[in-house]
């Protein structure tokens, strides 16, 4: 009599187990034996579900390809930012090094700052940035070419601004040619990064985005430096695979999360995506193209409304896009993507905050976090 007790009991939590599953099945054939527009909602959601299972496992794939490799998270330094700051650019850059441990460098070669007399190169300003970074043991990923990073985004010298591309444009490549000859032996050169978001033609002031001059400046630069590896960074975050020419060595990706929403909201907004979202773009770039993606800017900087300045906005206002706990969330988001070389994008602001408005929030907390990852 026990076991026959026991075969009834395991019968009926079969027959309750069966019956939850049916219920979904049942309430799905309602809905579609409704009408026609009903089907259409059941056929678009299936096809939301499969495409994002297929996004995250792809994303899981391709963290579980990378979990073993060292991770690097450097950041980007600009010295007319730290300047903009009213910060000392070497005394800004020394402090990333020994006080955040910073020792990844995403360095950039401004075409006015460098060539500021047609024909006349001065290296000197880039020069004490790649002895810093030796100095430290630290590598060094330059930016090069017309488009690299901060407004204006493209950085042309004065007297290249108003001449056309068949002019403009060969001075460009000598331009290049005189600063990779430079810097293509010095041993903390690690990669370049080739024009910033090139396709990105809703933001900056640029005068050309040709398909056909990104290509030519790749195999320029292949062709002077057979060794460094070259990054080509997406325009955008959609979803979508980089697979037009050229191909890299590996591609570049921004994260920015929280941002000021000019056009609708008027308001800060949040992208949803999870961190699995960008693994899976890493993922299908690499499936298709066999090469690996970084993350060349991550967002850990406010975004503030075009009435406000970065330097003039109270706390509390630049609080809203970014403070000392989203800090600490964001770095653990980039880390979350499984890509293992990460650029944060905004330490010149944190120092600023901290040295010149008595709000060291920000720089203590990055210090603290990028701790836990060395």
């Not at 090469?291 to 003039?312: A, C, G, R, Y």
Request: hydrophobic share 40%; aromatic share 14%; proline share 6%.
């Amino acid at each position: 009599m026990p076991t026959i007790t026991r075969n009834k009991n395991k019968s009926t939590k079969i027959n309750k187990r069966s019956s939850y599953l049916r219920l979904p099945l049942i309430y799905i054939k309602n809905i579609w034996n409704k009408n026609i527009w009903n089907k259409f909602f059941c056929i678009v959601l299936a096809i939301i579900i499969t495409f994002a299972t297929g996004m995250y496992g792809l994303g899981e794939w391709y963290i579980h390809k990378h979990k073993n490799e060292p991770l690097k998270i450097g950041a980007t330094f600009i010295p007319d930012y730290a300047t903009y700051f009213d910060l000392d650019p070497k005394d800004t850059m020394q402090k990333m090094i020994t006080d955040l441990g910073i020792k990844q460098f995403r360095l950039v070669s401004y075409w006015k700052d460098i060539e500021k007399s047609e024909g006349v190169y001065d290296f000197s300003g880039l020069d004490w940035q790649f002895d810093m970074a030796a100095n430290a043991g630290a590598k060094v990923s330059l930016a090069i070419g017309l488009r690299q990073p901060r407004w204006p985004e493209c950085h042309a010298p004065n007297w290249a601004q108003t001449e056309s591309i068949d002019v403009w444009y060969p001075k460009l490549k000598n331009y290049m040619t005189a600063v990779i000859n430079h810097y293509k032996d010095n041993p903390v050169l690690e990669s370049y990064q080739l024009e910033n978001e090139f396709f990105m033609t809703v933001f900056g002031i640029c005068p050309d985005h040709s398909r056909w001059r990104l290509v030519d400046e790749y195999n320029m630069v292949k062709q002077l430096d057979t060794n460094t590896p070259v990054i080509v960074s997406r325009s955008n975050n959609w979803v979508g695979l980089p697979l037009g020419d050229p191909r890299p060595d590996k591609f570049g990706i921004s994260i920015y999360k929280r941002v000021w929403d000019k056009t609708f909201t008027k308001r800060y907004f949040e992208y949803p995506m999870p961190a699995w979202f960008y693994s899976s773009l890493a993922g299908g770039a690499e499936i298709l193209t066999g090469n690996d993606m970084v993350i060349h800017e991550l967002q850990v900087e406010s975004w503030l409304p075009d009435d406000f300045d970065m330097k003039t906005a109270s706390i509390d206002e630049v609080y809203k896009s970014m403070n000392p706990e989203r800090l600490k969330d964001r770095i653990k988001y980039g880390v979350a993507t499984g890509m293992r070389e990460i650029y944060l994008w905004g330490p010149e602001w944190w120092l600023y905050l901290k040295d010149k408005k008595g709000a060291p929030e920000l720089w203590d907390t990055a210090k603290t976090e990028l701790a836990k990852y060395r």
